[in-house]
């Protein structure tokens, strides 16, 4: 595969190199964000692999202006900020993965592999899709959210954990699962990625209507059922 690796201290970029090309890939190296801005724009990548704290253009402007760009290419943010906010930050950014420092070889090459073999498959547009739950209804082919005949607004990432929900109605998701198919990674089971998103979520879906659809099951995860106000 032919990798992209925007980072700026020598020791991660040799160890990186060395771990990658022994493993076939291709490695081209950016040491600030300017750069890697650049060859992203300039050239074709299977993977991009990007540090947040890097010289002239932070990390996560780069990754803004890639898919501001329209550029699709899987993008993994490789940096020492792990906190929720900063990993919600990334993926709002445009972000496919967020693996924090210090990581294991390995688990970088299988973050690699899993993101290449998404962005791989082929798209299930044979016919459309729409989901429907009480008022609201998803179409995942024109990516078009309505509730009540009006138009939401979703990120990329909300999108797809509202596809998740939908498709398993009335069935009570853990954390894992929902990070697992949404962002079809593992993330440490310390942070609440998924309870800030499923926040985002609700103000978006059910804020201001009487039928609640997003709802918490105390110690056990999330489910999407029918349910007024006033009820349990």
Not at 21 to 31: Q, Y
Request: glycine share 4%; with cysteine.
């Amino acid at each position: 595969m032919k990798l992209l690796l925007i980072e700026d201290e020598p020791s991660v970029i040799s160890l990186i190199q060395r771990s990658l090309s022994a493993s076939g890939h291709e490695i081209t190296v950016a040491m600030d964000g300017q750069s890697g801005l650049n060859m992203s724009l300039q050239h074709d990548f299977d993977v991009i692999i990007l540090d947040l704290m890097i010289p002239v253009i932070n990390g996560m402007e780069v990754c803004r202006k890639i898919r501001e760009s329209k550029n699709a290419t899987p993008i993994l943010m490789l940096t020492a900020l792990g906190t929720t906010e900063n990993i919600v930050s990334g993926l709002d950014a445009g972000a496919d993965d967020y693996l924090t420092k210090p990581f294991k070889l390995a688990e970088l090459e299988a973050r690699i592999r899993t993101l290449t073999r998404r962005a791989k498959e082929p798209e299930k547009e044979k016919q459309t899709t729409v989901y429907r739950m009480a008022d609201l209804e998803m179409d995942t082919i024109s990516k078009r959210v309505m509730r009540n005949g009006y138009p939401i607004d979703l990120t990329a990432t909300e999108f797809r954990l509202l596809e998740f929900l939908l498709t398993n109605q009335n069935r009570v998701l853990n954390r894992m699962e929902i990070l697992e198919n949404v962002w079809d990674i593992n993330f440490n089971l310390g942070t609440n990625v998924v309870d800030v998103y499923i926040n985002y979520l609700r103000k978006k879906v059910d804020k201001n209507h009487p039928v609640k659809l997003i709802h918490t099951v105390f110690g056990m995860g999330y489910v999407m059922r029918q349910m007024y106000e006033d009820s349990k």
